[in-house]
């Protein structure tokens, strides 16, 4: 087995055995971005940057940025609404809300916020933390309950407010990110129907350090000699060629397994789905499995990398304009911090936009 902690699956999902429905299908999809978006240009008023450096290396140009009245509740609930509209559903028909974020607003859980602005009130809600991986953690985390029976209906989020986290004068991560929130609304479904076709997730932790929001090392004195660790964050540590080099090795590394395992081709592909970290990732990506380039979703121009929202915030885009239509296949692979990485093969089986 290579580096890290494996989980894979092929074909009917777990507890198929004892569950009838035992697949998964994506219905409804929606978004939510704030308004405030920063330009290359704007930035390079902050930083020692250029609008020519980002996008030659990153292909970014833009990306949208949260106020401090417009917490992370507010556009993990409008993305999630917009899902269930779109897939029909009233917020009552809800029994799971998994919300994959790094950046709550409540360490505790910001999910359960998310259910009572939705109404979902027979959902149980919960965070996923994975980093850029964990939209996708979290789509496979709802396919496992959906097939094991215990949940019908799951709304699947991920949403990101990583310009909390980002050191505005580090030049070297602040271009790179953006806030943003997606939705995905899934629901049982017979086995031979899935959208979940296959999947891929791996953790390495002892390669932790490359990309981190970690625990500041603060001390609080509680009582005479003794003291506590005081809460607070470092903002976002990136070692960028490290990550880099992790991406273009992993990446198609592990979406080469998925495809095996299934035992389909990569021409056989409607879409490519990728993490949105850096478009020269995306073209390597392309590039292994000879994808063409006008079948690669990419939307790093306008929002850069919101971590855990790329996923989903690029396949209501592409929904939504009549890109992805229904009977699609797509594989996806969402990759970053932790280092956690993971890959799906998905058919979009929702209404259009
Ligand atoms: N503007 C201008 N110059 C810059 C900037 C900037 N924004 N950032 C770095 N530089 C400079 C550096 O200081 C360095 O200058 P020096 O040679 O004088 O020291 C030079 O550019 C080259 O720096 P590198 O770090 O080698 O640049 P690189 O080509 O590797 O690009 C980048 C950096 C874009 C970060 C790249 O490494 C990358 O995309 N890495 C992956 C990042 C990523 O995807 N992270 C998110 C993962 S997802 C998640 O979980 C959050």
């Known amino acids: 087995m290579p580096n890290g902690v494996s989980l894979s699956l092929t074909g009917p999902m777990a507890g198929a055995g004892t569950n009838p429905a035992a697949g998964m299908a994506l219905v409804g999809c929606g978004s939510a971005l704030p308004a405030v978006s920063i330009s290359n240009e704007e930035l390079s008023r902050r930083v020692d940057t250029s609008d020519a450096w980002i996008r030659s290396r990153t292909g970014i140009g833009a990306r949208r940025v949260c106020g401090?009245?417009?917490?992370?509740?507010?556009?993990?609930?409008?993305?999630?609404?917009?899902?269930?509209?779109?897939?029909?559903?009233?917020p009552e028909d809800v029994d799971l809300i998994l919300l994959a974020t790094s950046s709550p607003d409540d360490l505790f859980g910001t999910a359960p916020r998310v259910q009572a602005a939705l109404g979902a009130t027979g959902a149980v809600a919960f965070?996923?933390?994975?980093?850029?991986?964990?939209?996708?953690?979290?789509?496979?985390?709802?396919?496992?309950?959906?097939?094991?029976?215990?949940?019908?209906?799951?709304?699947?989020?991920?949403?990101?407010?990583?310009?909390?986290?980002?050191?505005?004068?580090?030049?070297?991560?602040?271009?790179?990110?953006?806030?943003?929130?997606?939705?995905?609304?899934?629901?049982?479904?017979?086995?031979?129907?899935?959208?979940?076709?296959?999947?891929?997730?791996?953790?390495?932790?002892?390669?932790?350090?490359?990309?981190?929001?970690?625990?500041?090392?603060s001390r609080a004195a509680l009582l005479g000699e003794l003291s506590t660790?005081?809460?607070?964050?470092?903002?976002?540590?990136?070692?960028?060629?490290?990550?880099?080099?992790?991406?273009?090795?992993?990446?198609?590394?592990?979406?080469?397994?998925?495809?095996?395992?299934?035992?389909v081709a990569p021409a056989q592909l409607d879409w490519l789905l990728l993490h949105q970290a850096n478009q020269r990732i995306l073209d390597a990506v392309a590039e292994r499995?000879?994808?063409?380039?006008?079948?690669?979703?990419?939307?790093?121009?306008?929002?850069?990398?919101?971590?855990?929202?790329?996923?989903?915030?690029?396949?209501?885009?592409?929904?939504?304009?009549?890109?992805?239509?229904?009977?699609?296949?797509?594989?996806?692979?969402?990759?970053?911090?932790?280092?956690?990485?993971?890959?799906?093969?998905?058919?979009w089986q929702g209404p259009p936009g």
């Open 68 to 90: 401090p009245d417009e917490p992370l509740t507010v556009l993990a609930s409008q993305a999630a609404r917009r899902a269930l509209e779109h897939a029909g559903w009233r």
């Open 229 to 263: 660790q005081k809460g607070g964050f470092a903002p976002i540590h990136m070692n960028g060629q490290e990550v880099y080099k992790f991406a273009v090795r992993e990446v198609p590394a592990i979406l080469q397994e998925l495809l095996e395992s299934t035992g």
């Open 127 to 217: 965070d996923l933390t994975a980093a850029c991986s964990g939209f996708l953690f979290a789509l496979v985390t709802a396919g496992q309950y959906i097939a094991s029976g215990a949940v019908r209906r799951a709304v699947v989020i991920g949403a990101d407010q990583l310009s909390r986290w980002v050191d505005w004068d580090d030049r070297r991560t602040c271009v790179l990110f953006g806030d943003g929130a997606a939705a995905v609304a899934v629901e049982a479904c017979a086995a031979a129907d899935t959208g979940l076709l296959g999947f891929r997730m791996r953790s390495d932790g002892s390669r932790n350090a490359c990309l981190t929001l970690a625990q500041t090392d």
């Open 289 to 347: 499995f000879a994808v063409p380039a006008e079948r690669v979703l990419s939307n790093l121009a306008h929002y850069g990398n919101t971590s855990a929202a790329t996923i989903p915030l690029m396949l209501d885009e592409a929904v939504r304009d009549g890109r992805v239509l229904s009977g699609h296949l797509l594989a996806s692979s969402g990759f970053g911090a932790g280092l956690s990485w993971g890959a799906a093969l998905l058919r």
